[in-house]
């Protein structure tokens, strides 16, 4: 309300005094006695309007929140007060925040209202606007389209805008921590840069041999629907780095592409207009590619749009089994 109201009188004297002083010099202009007495008036009230005004509302105006929080520092657990009674079911949050200057994850403790579509993302983000300011939280589109807030709640790695408050808490309690599967940044952010360098790594694009069709084409690359239907469930990941997370062999073995490096190699390789062909495949046929995975599913089960990548990676060996000089014809 503050902010708005102080917006309010900031645009009224960016309207006004302009609009003073263009009548001020059209009267100077057309010689009017009234350019050198009222309009100055005028010109010198607004002027003292919008500065007590603009006064008043800095100095005088209580805001909220009253104080700002302190900074995470050790073990120690930072308490906030219960936020007032706009409805919604009282929920304690705990989340786990790393702290890059010590190197470890702290606990701090907030508490928040929830209804039944509060979501876990819009829940931390205002713990951050009215309880915390020092909380990072990374999100974009905040409708699991981007990707950009996975985090672990309750031991799950999730998107956090797809995600209900009161559906994931356990005993009116919501933990909410980094994934582990990337580099720690601050809070709950992680680094996606090795993870995007992976993704990078398998040519996740179509190839074509003829250099002068790709940039000349004279019609479009056409499919059948059951040609499509062999990469399309594989087309929908957002690259939210969940799979990751959750595949135990990232988090022991950090050479291993991942599973969602991997899943596009197939949705590439099964695509009829791609023409790389085996050495698509070759060049995951490693340790630390196809090889390296021990199909948990865990991949599968925490992707929030349904690709499957486990059932890609074995695909993806069956192709590489059939690709066998002795199975060559």
């Known amino acids: 309300m503050r902010a708005s109201r102080l917006t309010i009188f900031t645009y009224a004297g960016i309207m006004g005094v302009p609009l003073l002083l263009f009548v001020m010099v059209a009267g100077l202009l057309a010689n009017n006695p009234y350019a050198y007495t009222v309009v100055p008036a005028l010109l010198a009230l607004a002027l003292a309007v919008f500065a007590v005004s603009g006064i008043f509302e800095i100095y005088l105006h209580p805001t909220y929140p009253g104080s700002k929080s302190p900074l995470i520092n050790g073990e120690s657990e930072v308490s906030r007060a219960v936020p007032k009674n706009t409805g919604g079911k009282l929920v304690t949050f705990v989340v786990k925040r790393f702290n890059s200057a010590t190197k ?26 009215y309880q915390d ?13 981007c990707g950009s807030c996975g985090m672990v709640v309750n031991g799950k790695p999730v998107l956090a805008c797809e995600t209900g408050v009161l559906s994931a808490a356990e005993d009116d309690v919501v933990e909410v921590s980094p994934m582990l599967g990337h580099p720690l940044l601050k809070d709950v952010v992680t680094d996606f840069d090795d993870f995007f360098e992976r993704h990078k790594s ?49 988090n022991s073995n950090p050479n291993f592409i991942g599973p969602q490096a991997l899943s596009q190699v197939y ?24 090889w390296g995975c021990e199909f948990s599913g865990s991949c599968s089960k925490a992707c929030p749009k349904g690709v499957d990548p486990a059932s890609a990676i ?13 199975n060559e014809e």
């Open 104 to 129: 470890r994850l702290d606990s701090a403790t907030y508490k928040a209202r929830a209804t039944e579509r509060t979501t876990v993302l819009g829940a931390l983000l205002s713990i951050k606007d």
């Open 202 to 250: 398998v040519e996740p694009h179509l190839y074509r041999k003829d250099a002068k069709e790709r940039y000349a084409a004279t019609e479009e690359y056409k499919q059948s629907k059951e040609e499509l239907d062999k990469f399309l469930p594989y087309s929908y990941c957002i690259m939210c780095g969940l799979c990751l997370d959750a595949c135990p062999v990232v």
């Open 133 to 145: 300011n020092t909380v990072s939280v990374r999100c974009n589109c905040r409708m699991g389209i």
């Open 314 to 326: 074995q695909m993806l060996k069956g192709e590489l089994m059939k690709s066998l000089p002795e």
């Open 267 to 290: 949705r590439y390789h099964a695509d009829s207009r791609d023409q790389k062909g085996k050495k698509r495949l070759f060049d995951i046929d490693t340790m630390d590619g196809a």
